[in-house]
């Protein structure tokens, strides 16, 4: 069903072969695979030129890079927008925002981001403020950053049509607007009522409205959410034969409706940069086209409270990661309807290993904030945002892959093992790998074992450090609190201590987890920077190759100006044994083992609505050992 976001790509697999296929035309496009008993799969669009792509090369990573080289890379993303992101069908006024961030920080459940949904606005009507429920947005911006929190505002395209109000004079006056052939502005229903709706193919009406943000970004604001940008419309479809200024050549609706969202996301992306100086900002999408990831996130619409769409969006998370979007996300809790205490609690433990981790629903739903669930989900969730901020320096590091060669966060098996007909069984389908080396299993909330398919190799059981064979399926227990997550053996995983949130000052070491049993290659490439400007295109980053060989781990020297945050690093072995407590060097000197206790997370002891029976977390006892952070190489050995 055509909806949201479209992305004329695919990747074939035939024959012990795999290519890519980009057919760059923005008309609706059909796609239609193993036509007449697979003998051919063939691709047409309505209109416009046959222009299209073919990419060959050894393997789908080399071909993800091939296309984003030609579509374009997304740059880094502000550090905040990876922590815990809490969005309603709308939080207001003042005081209601004010309380559910100070709620977060009562529980102690980390979280960086609060939403502004529609009703922030006076009736609708885009960069206005409702002044009853908002009397001073300045002022609560402030306070939220003052506890941490940043500020994403929705704005839609419509302009309601209200002859006084100056988005729409001035758009009127300035010719702005997509128009009808005979010259008028098309007009179409949408929250505020009739509306137009801007040209974003035009670069006058991209500048307008990118500096038209600052009435948000003056404020304090730090994130747009762009919506209804197919663009929708109440009860109607836009008519084909609307005009689109297409960069001054013209164009209709039929060629111009698939980049119409991702030109509105490229507007607020191009604006919020020059406005925020040298500061990132966030910017979210619903539409989109091939390409979209230079601009913006994306998340995947209106879901349902239900296992069938949590398992859906999986799969439409892993099928995005395809299309060059890395920076993806589904609306945790489903957006239509009321989640169950034990489907809110597995959406949050899937959500936490999504590119962006948001939680969001309809107005008049239950609420759904981490504690609206009772004592077990909210234990749950605060144990499952909590190791999402300890990962954060291993996710972070996986962003920047992302804008280094195209690979995106969430990662179907299909990427490393196109060839292997277990990673395509419907049971195993919904499987995928956040970043390089952790394997994530989804299962439906009420499934309390899970088969689980393990490609080649060997895996660690990320909860109690049991080594697997792969190449085999095993059963993972998968009550709600526990989500099977499997280490592919010679993984590096760098983490740190728990945060409230982004900003918090680093007090901790990083922690540098390693998996014995890799091959000759294992290897992460670490990557650090402020966060928070663009200071790295000028060379403020620390980034660094870390090696794990069988009996050595070589941190090569760091890359780049910036000065890493972490003092120290704190060494995590998994799957080694040491005979002999002093056999551990760094660069040449003996370095003192100790040993810890590794949880992934707290226990959920439950007076238990869910009726989880017991401690579903293992705890191991690993050995670690502790040295400085040095920029030069650091070379530590171990027999
Ligand atoms: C659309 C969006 C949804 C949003 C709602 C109100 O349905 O997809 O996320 O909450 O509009 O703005």
Redesign the pocket.
């Known amino acids: 069903m055509p909806l949201y976001a479209t992305f004329p790509f695919y990747i074939g697999i035939h024959g012990g072969l795999v290519y890519g296929i980009f057919m760059d035309n923005p008309h609706r496009s059909r796609f239609n695979f193993g036509a007449s008993n697979n003998r051919f799969s063939y691709f047409s669009a309505d209109g416009g030129t046959l222009n299209y792509y073919f990419i060959h090369d050894s393997g789908v990573r080399e071909i993800l890079a091939a296309y984003t080289h030609l579509t374009g890379r997304m740059s880094l993303p502000p550090l905040w927008s990876l922590g815990y992101q809490q969005c309603r069908?709308s939080y207001y006024p003042h005081q209601k925002v004010i309380n559910i961030a100070r709620i977060f920080r009562e529980k102690e459940i980390p979280a960086d981001v609060i939403y502004l949904?529609?009703h922030y606005m006076d009736r609708y009507k885009v960069f206005t403020w409702d002044e009853e429920r908002f009397p001073s947005p300045e002022k609560l911006i402030t306070a939220l950053r003052d506890e941490g929190f940043h500020v994403v505002v929705?704005v839609d395209p419509g302009i309601k049509i209200e002859p006084g109000y100056p988005y729409y004079e001035e758009g009127k006056e300035k010719d702005l607007f997509l128009k009808y052939p005979d010259g008028e502005p098309y007009s179409g229903q949408v929250?505020p009522g009739w509306c137009h709706f801007p040209d974003f193919t035009r670069p006058e009406t991209r500048d307008w409205w990118g500096s038209s943000l600052e009435t948000y970004l003056s404020i304090g604001v730090e994130g747009i959410w762009n919506?209804?940008n197919e663009p929708a419309t109440w009860g109607q479809q836009v008519p084909n034969l609307v005009e689109f200024d297409w960069e001054g050549h013209g164009a209709t609706h039929q060629k111009a409706r698939n980049v119409y969202g991702m030109q509105m996301a490229r507007s607020s992306y191009e604006g919020t940069r020059r406005l925020m100086k040298n500061r990132r900002p966030f910017i979210l999408t619903?539409s989109a086209y091939a390409g979209a990831q230079r601009y913006s996130a994306i998340w995947t619409?209106?879901n349902v409270a239900s296992d069938e769409h949590l398992m859906a969006g999986v799969l439409l998370l892993s099928n995005l990661g395809l299309t060059g979007m890395a920076f993806t996300a589904c609306?945790i809790s489903g957006?239509w309807g009321d989640s169950s205490p034990a489907l809110f609690a597995r959406w949050i433990t899937v959500g936490a290993f999504s590119p962006f981790m948001r939680t969001?629903s309809?107005v008049e739903s239950r609420d759904a904030e981490p504690w609206s669930y009772g004592e077990t989900v909210e234990e749950i969730s605060r144990n499952y945002i909590q190791f999402r901020y300890r990962l954060l320096p291993y996710l972070y590091s996986t962003f920047y892959e992302a804008t280094q060669n195209g690979m995106p966060v969430v990662r179907t098996l299909a990427i490393d093992h196109p060839h292997d007909p277990q990673v395509y069984d419907k049971r195993y389908q919904y499987q995928y790998l956040f970043g390089d080396s952790i394997l994530v299993a989804p299962a439906e909330s009420t499934k309390e074992i899970t088969k689980v398919y393990l490609p080649p190799g060997r895996w660690y059981d990320f909860y109690t450090g049991r080594l697997e064979e792969g190449g085999r399926e095993v059963y993972a227990e998968s009550p709600v609190a526990r989500l099977p997550l499997f280490v592919r053996a010679g993984a590096v995983i760098p983490m740190q201590t728990v945060r409230n949130h982004t900003e918090e000052q680093i007090t901790g070491p990083l922690q540098v987890h390693v998996y014995a049993g890799g091959d000759a290659s294992s290897s992460f490439l670490y990557y650090e920077d402020d966060g928070e400007t663009f200071d790295y295109e000028q060379g403020q980053f620390f980034r660094r190759r870390i090696r794990l060989t069988d009996h050595e781990l070589f941190f090569e020297a760091a890359e780049g100006d910036y000065f890493s945050a972490y003092e120290e690093i704190q060494l995590w072995f998994h799957g080694y044994c040491f005979h002999e407590k002093d056999r551990v060097t760094m660069n040449g000197e003996k370095t003192a083992l100790a040993s810890a206790t590794f949880r992934l997370c707290a226990p959920v002891f439950a007076a238990d609505p869910l009726g989880i029976p017991y401690d579903p977390y293992g705890a191991v006892e690993l050995p670690t050992a502790v040295f400085p952070n040095l920029r030069d190489s650091i070379r530590v050995t171990w027999d």
């Open positions: 069908y949904d529609i929705i929250w919506d209804m619903r619409g209106d609306d957006f969001h309809m």
